[in-house]
């Protein structure tokens, strides 16, 4: 779905994102999506174990690449302290990159939003440790 190269440019904004936040990020890629993406996402937050931070601030992006469909999901520590539409933002940008046929350059903006929205939440903290892995994973 990304070459070798690509997957290493969303590794590395995931891993600048962070820079920002205490907040974790993963991306997770599927071609086809044959439920609700929401739900989906879910059900990968759970597999991928991105529950167990300690601040409960974990966010998936999720996206069926064939299926045109994604979703960002946020841990419970999240959901507790930011507005409902808090992932509108990052969500629109992502989909006007994906309109034009770019994936990578999509989800890099992606991330780097989603970690400028979570610093105002969630901020960088000196003792912060990287708990969740920054590479993608695909379904």
């Known amino acids: ?12 904004a995931i891993a600048a994102a962070e820079k ?7 991306v997770h890629l599927e071609k086809v999506c044959t439920e609700d993406p929401v739900q989906r996402a879910i059900a990968v937050f759970e597999k991928l174990g991105m529950q167990r ?3 409960r601030n974990g966010v998936l992006i999720y996206v069926a690449l064939q299926s ?3 979703a960002i999901i946020g841990d419970k520590g ?7 539409d808090f992932w509108d933002s990052t969500r629109d940008l992502m989909i006007q990159h994906f ?8 989800l890099c903006a992606a991330i780097s939003e989603a970690g400028k929205q979570l610093a105002a939440y969630f901020p960088y903290q000196d003792n912060d ?10 379904g």
């Open 53 to 55: 931070t300690a601040a």
């Open 20 to 26: 920002n936040t205490s907040g974790e990020l993963r």
């Open 68 to 70: 045109n469909q994604l």
């Open 99 to 106: 309109k034009e046929g770019q994936i990578t350059i999509g």
């Open 129 to 138: 440790q990287n708990e969740l892995s920054n590479d993608i994973s695909f």
């Open 1 to 12: 779905m990304l070459s070798n190269t690509e997957q290493q440019q969303v590794a590395a």
């Open 78 to 84: 999240i959901n507790e302290k930011v507005p409902s």
